[in-house]
């Protein structure tokens, strides 16, 4: 369901917008559509009064808590059934944080990640969206979310526009606490200008080199380094505060100096806050997990060179935190998704591009090439 489509449903039982913004308030704030301080009887129309119930459960039926996996660091794993069987996951963050998911399954198909391994299902809908947020606030307060759970949100823009609309006015989330996510899409940083909410932005860069950046991500958007650096920098004068960089650290692959000198270059002086997220690994990638030890000092180097760095653990591991990997979970064991989820070619771009690693050896040596060959710079 589209928010679009409820509003229309609403005017046909008589809804002037005052009453929509009511109902989408009470709704996205997990309160019942028939509460609030005034009676309905004193304030709706009688048809829409009569419809209460039936759209009441309409809304319910949209998307239900399917498992709660609890971590010991405060965060909280939801696997999210949609009615049409689907499987989604958000992530309950430490702080009143959530992470939630837009598409069912991705297209970009990162080679670190679990969610796009079988590509991209479908898209999910705007009500889809935030209703991953009524059932978060069902169990915890919520006051930021960020879209960079399971899904490349600009290939959703419509829908997640939509939702980041509903959020950042009747859902009361601050505008700099809604953060879209992205590997880069020209569509993304044409239109986000334009929207009466105007969200954080989080470039997931995760490589200052081109060829490295495109064997990692292999379906995102051909966009240098520094092309999209210098975009995001755009919308983030325009919206008055800073850029998120994320950068997954992959041990031996993304953390040599010369990758510190590119973080360095693009980001040295800027209004701009990178994310290292040491690499929340996953069973059967092949990538590894640098030491703590070794992000500290990644992070205090860049920090000493200029680039305002923020090492951040990864939320919920001991619950297979890695994004897509509750899903992929069930689906295997036939009691969540339905097995397809986790094999279908990518709708957006074409069937999804498959890379074979060689059995062993380094990371780099798994992206195709050895580490004593020279790298190619951007």
């Not at 944080?97 to 079988?118: D, E, I, K, P, Y």
């Not at 997954?248 to 994310?275: F, K, S, W």
Request: charged share 25%; proline share 6%; aromatic share 4%.
């Amino acid at each position: 369901m589209r928010i679009d489509e409820f509003r229309h449903r609403l005017r046909a039982f008589g809804a002037k917008p005052v009453h929509e913004q009511r109902l989408l308030r009470q709704w996205s704030h997990a309160l019942p559509l028939d509460g609030g301080r005034r009676r309905p009887e004193d304030f709706l129309p009688r048809p829409l009064r009569e419809a209460l119930p039936a759209l009441a459960m309409e809304l319910d039926g949209v998307a239900r808590l399917q498992s709660r996996h609890p971590a010991a660091d405060g965060s909280a794993r939801l696997l999210v059934r949609l009615a049409d069987g689907q499987a989604v996951e958000s992530v309950l963050l430490p702080r009143d944080g959530l992470c939630v998911s837009t598409q069912v399954g991705c297209a970009v198909g990162c080679v670190f990640c679990m969610s796009g391994q079988g590509g991209l299902v479908r898209q999910l809908g705007s009500a889809e969206i935030v209703a991953q947020v009524v059932l978060a606030r069902r169990l915890r307060t919520v006051t930021k979310v960020v879209l960079m759970g399971m899904g490349e949100p600009a290939h959703n823009l419509d829908a997640v526009l939509e939702a980041i609309d509903l959020l950042g006015t009747a859902g009361g989330i601050g505008h700099k606490r809604l953060v879209f996510s992205t590997v880069g899409d020209r569509r993304a940083f044409e239109r986000l200008p334009l929207g009466r909410v105007k969200p954080a932005l989080a470039l997931s860069l995760h490589s200052t080199r081109c060829e490295l950046r495109q064997r990692l991500l292999p379906r995102a958007p051909r966009i240098a380094p520094d092309e999209l650096v210098a975009l995001g920098i755009e919308y983030a004068r325009a919206t008055g505060y800073p850029m998120q960089v994320q950068w997954t650290l992959i041990d031996g692959l993304n953390d040599g100096d010369d990758e510190l000198d590119g973080i360095v270059r693009l980001l040295g002086g800027r209004r701009a806050v990178l994310n290292m997220i040491p690499y929340n690994a996953v069973e059967g990638l092949g990538f590894d997990r640098p030491s703590w030890a070794r992000a500290a000092e990644i992070a205090r180097r860049l920090h000493r060179r200029g680039v305002l760095t923020k090492l951040r653990q990864s939320a919920g591991q001991d619950v297979e935190g890695a994004c897509g990997q509750l899903r992929a979970r069930q689906a295997t064991r036939g009691d969540g998704a339905d097995a397809a989820a986790v094999a279908v070619t990518s709708a957006v771009e074409g069937p999804r591009r498959r890379l074979d690693f060689p059995q062993g050896g380094a990371a780099s040596a798994r992206l195709g090439w050895a580490p004593d060959e020279p790298r190619e710079q951007p």
